[in-house]
């Protein structure tokens, strides 16, 4: 069985349990190439668990995941990154041991030739202005540049989707509207899919948003109708009775 | 004079620079001139360090560089020079004992690495069940003292071992065989080029995902490698190593025991290597010397058991200097030197 | 039939030794997850513990656990001057213990001498389906259950055993509770080495007392306790049971090397295909 033809991503009936509890719980996503989406939604509605299932950190329950039409469900993490795969994890998930040349370069070694590899880091030095820090461990770094760093890695792997786990978090509001930017660059060639708290953010790069919650999706439209949702708000807002 | 030490604080994926070739250089035009002024049994007493710097080049290049830490690397050691042992006696040629001495041990560790690196245990069962592997292999050894234990010609004589190892030959021409000053010779020759293999080796994409394994493995697989496929080339690669090592030592000793496998010897390679520091590659081979030396001066010296202060010592390290002599040492001179100079190279 | 009476002997006494051995490790590394390579020197102070009271007089059955005593306040003794600081550097921990165990074998040596020593149980005989087993064999497949299900019942049902798992598993919540958890790991890390001390000491009539004796169980310990699995006193049960059988067996059937062997070969073939272990698949608990 193949997936939706016009979705590069999609999942059926996705689903994760932790010891009797559902995580993600029956979860059918499509998503078309080109898209940049955001997903919303409440501590512990599932976005990172939804993340980690489909690159293959966790392996679901029940249900199934397509990518680019073929089935990868079971797949393991390297096996779904080298479809074109890329994700930032929720915290920074980086070589703190290397500099931030060695952590692009590790990056842009797998999609590119040698030549290719190094002119591919320097592209992403110049466009994410990492190039005060090139030489620094990446360890040393604070925390917002370290999350630039990570983004710079899952860019220099030219990915045909991009999955980013909170990436303003930690920010100030100019690295926020930089990043905001950023993806919308990006999304110029490649699908992204990004899971954020803050709403002005989402407001300035997203058009469909789909709403999380308990584990299953809540609600999925245009940015300005899910935003005035009563039952959304509620579920921001902590009251947890939805109907 | 900051610049002297850059080159070997600059990070391991980068190129070493000239100050680090000329050292290789000098060093090695240094003990190769050595003969010239020792005599045969100094040259002895230090052809061993060399043979057994490169069990502590295959252990650190694991654990400092992949971040694994293998004890199995004195079962490749005994192996090795059990096989080069048996083969070179059964067949009286030595040049394919000498290769199999290598290639053996490779193949063990390969096929440990199929169950182990594949089997996805975490990294400290890996260590755990390496040291059994080594100590059910030392006991078995041992239990090889009956006559019906036979390979070839060549009695397995359990616990005594095995005498007269024949010394290795020239490939070319079986009459001659190696002299004492020729396996210092070979033995100063095989530890360089393993340094300077393995120092190149981290500047290839190869080495460098190693390294990032190390650091985080779960971002390697995420970025589309098979952490699982460079553990096990690194491991199998630490095998042959250590099989190398085991198979000069046999033919520096004429002799093969069950002692080679055992656990004493996989704890003086751990304690070569933590006290010259994982960190480097050069630490190892220093800690060797320097452990060599104070064993053997503890032996003269008869402060009756060598494993008391053997022990003590690894338990100091482990607790208070972490980091091993050079990297200590060098983090002392560097920072004299940052107090007179402004310029701080960067990296480590 | 006799065949199988001795046959099942065979597999009861060499499962006896398994728990024994591994059942403090079970404790140290099981439940607190401290890699104690030291493990099989322990056993080793318990034996001498045990040569040591016997020679002042006092008779076996008094020297067994006063020797569990004497290792159980040198674990206490080892826990407060290195284990505490290592706690969740487990390669640290681990290195440091391998260097103690050098310690303790170098010093044995230099105090006592490389040779072996011996207290003998002189229990005679016991008649089995008309085939002669010490009656001492009988004696620790006897104490190795009672240690197992002492243990178990310690953690189990009493107040003491439950705030030790408590802090085990969480150790920041038992300390908001007001738990003392370094009183609790030293206590913890203290009642796994008696119990290796215990054995050690129970050993000793048959296998006698000698510097590097550790070397013969720590692997045989880790063994048990790794391929357990989560679930330290049930996994070092089943795991003890497995690998029981199979060193009994085949040591009876052919020789004590073999079975050792056969042991390495099943536990890296467990490893394999169970790699969380005999228990993985249980909830994580006792």
Redesign the interface.
Known sequence: MNGDPKGILQTRGLRKTFGGVHAVDGVDFLLTEGELRCLIGPNGAGKSTFFKLITGQLMPSDGQIFFGGSEVTTHASHEVARLGVGIKNQKPDVFDGLSTRENLWLAAQFAHDKAGAIEQVEQVIDRLQLGAFVHRLVGELAHGQRQWVEIGMVMAREPRLILLDEPSAGMGQEERLRTAELLKELNRTTTIVVVEHDMQFIKRIADVVTVFHRGRVLREAKVDVVLNDPEVRDVYLGRTEVT | MGWLFSDFRRPAGERPGPVWWSFVVVATAVLLSLPLTLDLAQLLDLSVVFVLALLALSMSFLWGYVGILSFGQTAFFGLGGYVYAVAAMNWGDTTLPFLLGIAIPLAFAALLGVFMVYGKISDIYFSVMTLVITLILNRAMRATSGDQYVIGDVRLNGQNGIPGVPPLQVPWDSSVTLFIDHVYYLSVVLAVLVYVGLRLLLTTPFGRILVGIRENERRIELLGYDARRYKFAAFALSGGIAGLSGTMFAIWGNFVAPEMFGLGQAAEVIIWVIVGGKSTLIGPIVGTGVIQYLTSWLGTQGVGQVTLVLGAILIVFVLLFKDGLVPTLGAAIARVFAGRRESGGGGQ | MDTLLVYAYQVAFSFSIFILISLGLAVIFGMMRV?N?AQGEFIMLGAYACVVCTAFGLPLWLAVPAAGLIVGLIGIAVERT?IR??YGR???T???T??????????V??LAGPQSQSVPADLGGVSLGGLQVPAYGLVMIGSALAMLVGTYALWRFTNLGLIVRGTMQNPEMARALGTNTSMIYMLTFGFGSALTGLAGALLVPLFGASPTMG??Y??KA??AV?SGGPWPLLGTLSASGLYGSIDGIVSFAF?S?LG??AV?LV??LM??LL?QGITGRL?KGL
């Open positions: 890699i390579l290195v600081f290592l487990v390669l640290d681990l290195l440091a391998w260097g103690l165990s050098l310690l303790l074998v170098g010093l040596t230099t070397l013969f720590i692997a880790f063994i790794i020789s090397v050792e062997i390495l536990a890296i490893l394999r790699p909830r």
